[in-house]
């Protein structure tokens, strides 16, 4: 055991440092959940890209710089202390990019990552349907094979800002007769298509910030789909499980958010401490955060002696998203009566930002499984517990 | 950056949790507690034999010359089996103690030669603990006055028995006489001393709750596993399944904070108080909620004698505030994180980001 970074470990952290410093925008960009901020997102993400700091872990010819885990984990410790802006392509970069890398073949590698890496195209989910939400090998939307093509026709929902993206990843019945997760095709389907129309759904922030998609006769072509025939929910269970696991919510994201809830707890200490558990609160969020960031360490650990993570990927989801909750939770309760403040009320002045996040943590314990499906899943695959 | 255990430090826990499975099964637990001293020379023999008090003497001592992070998966294994205080107390917070003492003081290597050799018990009597555990048999008492270190016989104390609703726990309240004659160090020097020992008694307990979590995680799975109701196992409900999970999530991440607690008290980090007491609140933590819904999946079975669970929920409930309480531990992870000048946040997580 060896807690402490190398010599060149800690180059790179200077040098993201540096360069965050130097580039990290002053005003924070407009909500990428409006079409405004997206497109601003995406230009950040291009400067990210042209100084091949969007996907560090990516190889070089990608575009990234072949980091290891350890380097990955301290790029995100300087990109979120540096309070740099959300990463918007994430579900592709995160959740497609690895699928792509392990079912891709040579051609999609070559015609979808570095695009996806410097951000020309963004991505949205297709999983869900009205009637497959936690019970996900339901999908009904089909995709049937016509020649070279693939017709598609069904529906998609709750697709996180699909309403801005370029394209749509996710699982189609390619069997007509096939039931549950056989039959199934992953399947990169580009929004602009004929026959797709997208919908938006005003989530609770108000914004257009998911959509449900509508799949009317659309075709794509065989090259379009990720793995075999039929294999798709195979393919699928890997990216959920990339979803659940370390990557999607680095803990430097909850370290940064853990500080500023330290120091809003510090400005407003006499009002807050009327309600003596709420330092107790701040000092658990703080404690929590920093398990996190321990459990990524020991798991890259893990993964180096050859340990492969398993269901210890749900555990992970459980705790991040309970953690984001008590974390602006703790905040709300600070806040008090200013605490429902928009971010434009004068009244909330330099404490505006927590409502967004409080409205956010809502969505955690539901989305990329929910909570429940996630317990089920520790019971079952880690202690062994039998099937209901 | 490396955050594992070498083949070894994993090795020699495999072959430890072998020994005790068999050697230290939960009947031959409680034939012991029924003794009148409640302690096993037999089975204390045969854990020196094994190593198990040799473990962080040095080589020049007899010893295997490991440290912390070695005894942070030891510890879980005197948890998992329920091993009584003495063995820890005396190889690992006790040898701690005296390892950490002036090579000038005459004893020091005589005391290392026999705990390695597993033929001395030493109780140690800190004020954060108002009793002292196994002082009943101890051979030699490390005792703190006003941050001086005491150096006393068994005979020249008066030990009032403090009976505990853990069978397996000897307490005592102990009055003697500190004098020049039995001072080993004096305050200055011996308040370093005991917040290191203060420190590796927390650590020793947090590994201990841990290993305790386990084992009643591991019992109450069996269990739910088992035992059928509307003609299925109850572990297939739902309900049973969640408390079961939310056991297994905090044992898992409280196995980092421990390891990184144990580190930083090995390499003398400058946090080792703030990392300790965090360990010990996860450790404690997890071990709580294993008790609990360990006795809610056991039904009214959770609630006898007969069943195992109730030797390690008993422990728990003993252990979590050894070594500084919740409200200890609280206080000194409140005053790192609220001082003026707190290093926090991402890239913070190690000492020298």
Request: charged content about 25%.
């Amino acid at each position: 055991m060896d807690l402490t970074y190398t010599p060149q470990q800690q180059a790179f952290r200077r040098e993201v440092r540096a360069w965050l410093a130097d580039n990290v925008p002053l005003e924070p960009l407009a909500n990428c959940d409006t079409r405004e901020g997206f497109e601003q997102h995406r230009e950040w993400e291009r400067k990210l890209f042209d100084n091949r700091l969007s996907m560090v872990m990516w190889p070089e010819e990608l575009g990234g710089r072949g980091c290891d885990l350890v380097e990955w984990l301290i790029f995100e410790e300087e990109y979120y202390g540096a309070g740099a802006p959300m990463r918007v392509n994430q579900n592709g970069q995160l959740l497609l990019g690895p699928t792509l890398m392990e079912f891709g073949s040579e051609e999609q590698k070559k015609r979808f990552l570095p695009r996806m890496a410097a951000s020309d195209d963004m991505w949205a989910q297709g999983w869900s349907e009205p009637n497959a939400g936690s019970d996900m090998a339901n999908i009904s939307s089909k995709a049937i094979r016509d020649g070279d093509h693939y017709v598609i026709n069904g529906q998609k929902t709750w697709s996180t800002r699909a309403l801005f993206a370029d394209w749509i990843f996710g699982l189609f019945r390619s069997d007509p007769n096939s039931s549950r997760h056989h039959g199934l095709s992953y399947l990169v389907v580009p929004l602009n298509a004929e026959g797709v129309t997208i919908r938006p759904i005003k989530a609770l922030n108000g914004q257009d910030a998911f959509a449900e998609i509508f799949f009317d006769n659309v075709r794509v072509p065989i090259d379009n789909r990720i793995g075999e025939e039929g294999q798709g929910w195979r393919v699928a269970m890997a990216t959920a499980g990339f979803e659940r696991g370390l990557l999607l919510r680095s803990p430097a994201r909850f370290q940064h958010a853990a500080r500023r809830l330290v120091e809003l707890y510090k400005r407003h200490q006499t009002q807050a401490d009327r309600d003596p558990t709420i330092r107790d609160a701040v000092c658990e969020v703080w404690a929590g955060a920093e398990a996190y960031a321990l459990s990524a360490y020991y798991t890259v650990g893990r993964l180096s002696r050859g340990e492969r993570i398993g269901a210890e990927a749900s555990i992970n989801k459980v705790v991040w998203s309970e953690l984001d909750l008590r974390l602006n939770e703790t905040a709300m309760r600070i806040l008090g009566p200013r605490g429902e403040l928009l971010a434009e009320a004068p009244a909330i002045g330099e404490d505006a930002g927590w409502l967004e996040g409080f409205l956010f943590a809502q969505a955690g314990p539901i989305y990329a499984g929910s909570n429940e499906i996630q317990r089920n899943i520790i019971a079952e695959r880690m202690l062994g517990l039998p099937k209901s | 950056m490396d955050f594992t255990f070498t083949d070894d430090e994993l090795a020699f826990r495999e072959a430890i949790s072998r020994f005790l499975m068999v050697e230290a099964a939960p009947e031959v637990l409680r034939e012991i507690w029924e003794t009148d001293s409640g302690r096993s020379p037999d089975l204390r023999h045969k854990m020196a034999e094994q190593g198990m008090t040799a473990l962080s003497v040095p080589e020049e001592c007899g010893g295997m010359g490991l440290g912390d992070v070695a005894w942070s998966l030891m510890t879980q294994e005197l948890g998992y089996y329920g091993i009584p205080d003495s063995l820890a107390d005396t190889a690992y917070v006790a040898e701690g103690l005296i390892n950490d003492l002036p090579e000038s003081i005459r004893d020091r290597q005589g005391w290392l030669e026999r705990i390695a050799e597993g033929d001395v018990r030493i109780a140690v009597g800190h004020s954060v603990n108002p009793l002292v555990a196994d002082a009943h048999l101890a051979d030699l008492l490390l005792l703190e006055h006003e941050g001086e270190v005491h150096v006393l016989s068994r005979e020249q104390v008066s030990l009032e028995d403090n009976p505990s609703i853990d069978s397996s726990r000897r307490l005592s309240r102990i009055r003697w006489e500190p004098s020049s004659s039995t001072r080993l160090v004096d305050s200055e020097n011996g308040r370093a001393l005991w917040e290191s020992a203060l420190n590796r008694g927390a650590l020793s307990a947090a590994g201990q709750l841990l290993g305790l979590a386990q084992r009643m995680l591991d019992l109450s799975v069996d269990y739910a596993a088992q035992r059928k109701q509307f003609g299925k196992p109850i572990g297939s409900f739902q309900a049973v399944k969640h408390q079961l999970a939310d056991v297994a999530g905090k044992i898992e991440f409280a196995k980092p904070v421990l390891y990184r607690a144990a580190y930083a008290l090995e390499h003398a980090d400058p946090l080792v108080d703030v990392h300790v007491s965090q360990a010990k609140l996860a450790c404690g933590d997890a071990a709580w909620l294993a008790a609990r819904h360990g006795i809610q999946v056991h039904g009214a079975m959770g609630y006898t004698w007969e069943v195992d669970l109730q030797m390690f929920m008993k422990r728990t409930w003993a252990l979590d505030p050894d070594w500084g309480d919740r409200g200890f531990h609280k206080s000194r992870v409140a005053a790192h994180v609220l001082m003026d000048d707190a290093q926090l946040g991402p890239g913070h997580t190690f000492r020298e980001a």
